[in-house]
Protein backbone atom coordinates (compact mmCIF):
# COMPACT_ATOMS: atom_id res chain seq x y z
CA UNK A 1 0.00 0.00 0.00
CA UNK A 2 1.28 3.77 -0.98
CA UNK A 3 -0.05 6.61 0.27
CA UNK A 4 0.77 10.30 -1.24
CA UNK A 5 0.67 13.60 0.28
CA UNK A 6 0.94 17.24 -0.77
CA UNK A 7 2.02 20.21 0.62
CA UNK A 8 3.00 23.57 -0.53
CA UNK A 9 -0.02 24.93 -2.13
CA UNK A 10 -1.01 28.70 -1.64
CA UNK A 11 -1.77 31.98 -3.19
CA UNK A 12 0.58 33.82 -5.00
CA UNK A 13 0.61 36.56 -7.81
CA UNK A 14 1.57 36.46 -11.58
CA UNK A 15 5.12 35.89 -11.97
CA UNK A 16 5.74 34.18 -8.49
CA UNK A 17 7.27 31.13 -7.67
CA UNK A 18 5.39 28.15 -5.67
CA UNK A 19 7.05 24.63 -4.88
CA UNK A 20 4.79 21.94 -3.81
CA UNK A 21 6.03 18.64 -1.90
CA UNK A 22 4.34 15.12 -2.13
CA UNK A 23 5.41 12.91 0.22
CA UNK A 24 5.65 8.89 -0.31
CA UNK A 25 4.77 6.84 2.63
CA UNK A 26 4.26 2.99 2.52
CA UNK A 27 5.65 1.04 0.07
CA UNK A 28 7.54 3.23 -1.77
CA UNK A 29 10.08 0.86 -3.63
CA UNK A 30 7.31 -0.37 -5.84
CA UNK A 31 6.73 3.11 -7.24
CA UNK A 32 8.17 3.35 -11.05
CA UNK A 33 7.58 6.86 -11.62
CA UNK A 34 5.76 9.80 -9.71
CA UNK A 35 4.17 12.99 -11.26
CA UNK A 36 2.09 16.16 -11.24
CA UNK A 37 -1.12 16.36 -12.50
CA UNK A 38 -3.63 19.78 -12.03
CA UNK A 39 -7.38 20.21 -12.62
CA UNK A 40 -9.18 23.66 -12.70
CA UNK A 41 -12.55 24.56 -11.82
CA UNK A 42 -15.21 23.10 -14.71
CA UNK A 43 -11.90 21.37 -16.71
CA UNK A 44 -11.13 17.75 -16.56
CA UNK A 45 -7.40 17.04 -14.61
CA UNK A 46 -4.31 17.38 -17.19
CA UNK A 47 -0.76 15.72 -16.63
CA UNK A 48 1.80 18.72 -15.54
CA UNK A 49 4.94 16.83 -15.15
CA UNK A 50 6.50 12.97 -14.45
CA UNK A 51 9.43 11.61 -13.23
CA UNK A 52 10.92 8.12 -13.68
CA UNK A 53 12.08 7.52 -9.99
CA UNK A 54 15.41 5.57 -10.13
CA UNK A 55 16.80 7.32 -13.33
CA UNK A 56 15.40 10.73 -12.64
CA UNK A 57 14.18 11.08 -16.34
CA UNK A 58 11.45 13.82 -16.00
CA UNK A 59 9.12 14.62 -18.56
CA UNK A 60 6.56 17.68 -19.11
CA UNK A 61 2.78 19.16 -20.50
CA UNK A 62 3.84 21.67 -23.39
CA UNK A 63 1.80 24.26 -21.33
CA UNK A 64 4.72 24.29 -18.01
CA UNK A 65 7.96 23.52 -20.03
CA UNK A 66 10.73 26.30 -19.07
CA UNK A 67 8.62 27.08 -15.97
CA UNK A 68 8.21 24.21 -13.84
CA UNK A 69 10.34 21.20 -12.77
CA UNK A 70 9.77 18.18 -11.14
CA UNK A 71 12.28 16.54 -8.53
CA UNK A 72 12.80 13.65 -6.52
CA UNK A 73 14.70 13.20 -3.01
CA UNK A 74 15.05 9.78 -2.71
CA UNK A 75 16.23 9.93 1.18
CA UNK A 76 13.09 11.51 2.16
CA UNK A 77 10.80 9.69 -0.25
CA UNK A 78 9.35 13.18 -1.70
CA UNK A 79 8.65 14.44 -5.04
CA UNK A 80 8.62 17.99 -5.42
CA UNK A 81 7.26 20.13 -8.33
CA UNK A 82 9.22 23.92 -8.79
CA UNK A 83 6.56 26.16 -10.13
CA UNK A 84 8.05 29.31 -11.54
CA UNK A 85 6.14 32.41 -13.66
CA UNK A 86 3.45 31.34 -12.13
CA UNK A 87 0.43 32.49 -14.31
CA UNK A 88 -3.35 32.90 -13.51
CA UNK A 89 -3.70 29.85 -16.03
CA UNK A 90 -2.27 27.64 -13.81
CA UNK A 91 -4.48 27.94 -11.17
CA UNK A 92 -6.33 24.93 -9.95
CA UNK A 93 -5.89 21.94 -7.78
CA UNK A 94 -2.71 20.01 -7.75
CA UNK A 95 -2.42 16.24 -7.17
CA UNK A 96 0.63 14.09 -6.96
CA UNK A 97 -0.18 10.46 -8.48
CA UNK A 98 2.25 7.40 -8.71
CA UNK A 99 2.43 4.02 -9.78
CA UNK A 100 4.01 1.55 -11.70
CA UNK A 101 3.76 2.68 -15.27
CA UNK A 102 4.14 5.92 -16.59
CA UNK A 103 1.27 8.28 -16.44
CA UNK A 104 0.36 11.06 -18.41
CA UNK A 105 -3.41 10.84 -18.70
CA UNK A 106 -5.14 10.55 -15.38
CA UNK A 107 -6.20 6.94 -15.71
CA UNK A 108 -2.74 5.78 -16.28
CA UNK A 109 -2.18 6.69 -12.44
CA UNK A 110 -2.95 4.11 -9.93
CA UNK A 111 -2.21 6.58 -6.62
CA UNK A 112 -3.37 9.61 -5.72
CA UNK A 113 -3.04 12.00 -2.72
CA UNK A 114 -5.98 14.35 -1.78
CA UNK A 115 -4.71 17.43 -3.58
CA UNK A 116 -3.07 20.89 -2.82
CA UNK A 117 -4.62 24.49 -4.37
CA UNK A 118 -2.66 26.49 -5.59
CA UNK A 119 -4.07 30.11 -6.75
CA UNK A 120 -2.32 32.73 -9.18
CA UNK A 121 -3.78 36.34 -8.82
CA UNK A 122 -3.59 38.79 -11.39
Known amino acids: QVQLEESGGGLVQTGGSLRLSCAVY????????MGWFRQAPGKEREFVAG????????YYADSVKGRFTISRDNNKNTVYLHMNSLKPEDTAVYYC???????????????WGQGTQVTVSS
Open 97 to 111: AGGPRIATTPKEAST
Open 26 to 33: GRAFSIFT
Open 51 to 58: IIWNVNNT
